[in-house]
Nanobody
């Protein structure tokens, strides 16, 4: 069992930055692939970024490439999402997710919600114009 708690959300002006953190409980964090998803009001939850169990592979949704960076610290059981050059369209609730399948292998698998076994409660990110 893995429990996930996100933090770091807030209100920021367009062009600003935020760093989201996701703290995981349990000794198996280091074997899990991790992902970030987001859900805006009235929209479906969508993939943002993912990282394999050892950080060797990362995947990003096209609209965030070059602006967002996912990373992890297995010693701290934490995954991060550094978000730069934020835009109003980035406004959403951001969710952290963990997959017991630590190897990702492709964008298809990274972005597939069904591959993730555990989810956090989410943290709100609001970007004002």
């Amino acid at each position: 069992q893995v429990q996930l708690v996100e933090s770091g959300g807030g209100l920021v002006q367009a062009g600003g930055s935020l760093r989201l953190s996701c703290a995981a409980s349990g000794r198996t964090f280091s074997t899990h692939a991790m992902g970030w998803f987001r859900q805006a009001p009235g929209k479906e939850r969508e993939f943002v970024a993912a990282i394999s169990w050892n950080g060797g592979s990362t995947y990003y949704e096209d609209s965030v490439k070059g602006r967002f960076t996912i990373s992890r610290d297995n010693a701290k059981n934490t995954v991060y999402l550094q978000m730069n050059s934020l835009k109003p369209e980035d406004t959403a609730v951001y969710y952290c997710a963990a997959s017991s399948r630590g190897y990702i292998g492709s964008y298809y698998y990274a972005s597939n919600l069904e591959r993730y076994d555990y989810w956090g409660q989410g943290t709100q990110v609001t970007v004002s114009s």
